[in-house]
């Protein structure tokens, strides 16, 4: 955008919309920033919600400290923006207010996705802070859980709830767990994890109806079984929340399309961040890495400024005190090479395009350098554990 910016409106204030408005400042930004919230809570980060939060911790990693957010930007939250007029340049919120803009910048994540069955609102999702604070208040006196949907996110909360001494069953649709965004091999030491630690896992299940209310919920599946806990958490995924951006006429497709520098491909006065922001020719990613990567991205486009080199994208999980990492596109990989029991390189056509671990913090930071440089691996020599990661390259 080359002309003068001076009010950037944020929609969505949570963790790439407060990284956002963050990075404008430290990249010099001089004019107003406004960070239009729905959630009663300061731009905060979320991954402690499935984890430390059900664990008992009070309050999840904030953004930055409450008086930063008083001292240089306008945060409104408990403020729902419900219309983009992108001829005017304003944005209408829940009490009728328009909010002007020069650059608009749409950080409103996802909505958790619903079964297409009907289930019953007793069931427990997880994508706020308040909703995390609700299932933790449940689960007191609670004996038993039952997690619909073995991604990420449902895997996180049932060891959470199993820690928390409580008998959990997973129940996946798929044929394994983490069929989305986690390579089979890795899959399988999380599941190994799982058993060991008294999770019942399902796979292949089809679910006819989820009943019930605070007092238990009642699970019917295809075939008659029914199967009855305390609690139920639904975490089958999360869907982008576009509706803002296609009802302003924004091309939108699993997420507001954006270029490379996260601007809208048919506005340049509009960008999207995060989770439901869709990079032409990469897509969608719903992680940590990418949120805080995606607004630091925009603010310097937005800023006229060159882009910084592109780093590998990753993420992680902990689950029962073991940290699950993955790193660049291992889902594409034609070779896996594991190295040791928990950690594997995945490679095409020789380089190395991928990897996996449970725990190896030190591998994983090699073999993501290594990825970035799309390093040609001798594949004998990066199986051996013993062998430093780097003296695998290939000639
Ligand atoms: C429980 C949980 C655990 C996670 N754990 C990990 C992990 O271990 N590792 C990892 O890499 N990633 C993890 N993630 C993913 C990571 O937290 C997300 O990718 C990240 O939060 C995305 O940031 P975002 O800003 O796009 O969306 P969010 O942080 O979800 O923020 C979007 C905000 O926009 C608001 N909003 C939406 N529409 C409007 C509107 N019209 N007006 C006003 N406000 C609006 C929403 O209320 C919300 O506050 C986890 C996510 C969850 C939910």
């Not at 239009?36 to 402690?48: L, N």
């Not at 002007?100 to 706020?128: E, K, N």
């Not at 399309?257 to 340049?268: E, F, N, Q, R, T």
Request: glycine share 12%.
């Amino acid at each position: 955008m080359r002309e003068a910016i001076r009010r950037v409106l944020i929609v969505g204030a949570g963790h790439s919309g407060g990284a956002h408005a963050l990075a404008l400042r430290e990249l010099g930004f001089v004019g107003s920033i406004t960070l239009v919230g729905h959630e009663a809570h300061a731009p905060y980060e979320r991954p402690s919600l499935s984890k430390g939060i059900l664990q008992g911790e009070e309050r999840p990693l904030p953004l930055a400290e409450p008086w930063r957010w008083a001292e240089a930007f306008d945060l409104r939250l408990s403020t729902l923006a419900t219309a983009i007029d992108r001829v005017a340049r304003e944005v209408t919120l829940c009490d009728g207010r328009r909010l002007p803009y020069d650059a608009l910048v749409l950080a409103t994540g996802g909505r958790p996705r619903s079964l297409s069955v009907p289930c019953a609102a007793a069931v427990h999702r997880l994508s706020t802070l308040d909703e995390a604070r609700e299932l933790r208040g449940r689960m007191v006196g609670a004996r038993s859980v039952i997690v619909i949907g073995g991604g990420v996110i449902g895997l996180e909360v049932a060891a959470s709830l199993r820690a928390a001494g409580l008998s959990t069953t997973v129940l996946e649709a798929g044929p394994r767990l983490l069929g989305r965004n986690v390579p089979p091999d890795a899959a399988e030491w999380i599941a190994a994890l799982h058993a060991q630690e008294g999770v019942a896992i399902r796979t292949g299940v089809a679910i006819r109806a989820v009943e019930g209310d605070e007092g238990g919920v009642t699970v019917r599946l295809e075939g008659g079984e029914v199967l009855e806990a305390d609690l139920a958490v639904l975490g089958i995924g999360i869907l982008p929340r576009t509706e803002l951006a296609e009802a302003a006429g924004l091309p939108c497709r699993d997420g507001v399309l954006v270029d490379a520098g996260y601007a809208s491909i048919d506005d340049p006065h509009v960008f999207a961040i995060g989770d439901v922001a869709s990079r032409e020719g990469v897509g969608r990613q719903e992680t940590w890495f990418h949120a805080g990567g995606s607004a630091r991205a925009a603010a310097r486009a937005l800023l006229g400024l060159p882009p910084e080199p592109a780093d590998v994208p990753w993420f992680w999980s902990d689950q029962f005190g073991r940290t699950l990492r993955v790193a660049g596109a291992p889902m594409t990989a034609d070779t896996v090479v594991p190295r040791g029991a928990a950690f594997s390189l995945h490679l095409r056509y020789g380089r190395i395009v991928g990897a996996a671990g449970l725990d190896s913090p030190r591998d994983f930071a090699i073999a993501r350098r290594l990825i970035a440089a799309e390093a040609r691996l001798d594949a004998g020599r990066a199986a051996e554990p013993g062998t430093d990661l780097r003296k695998a390259v290939a000639a």
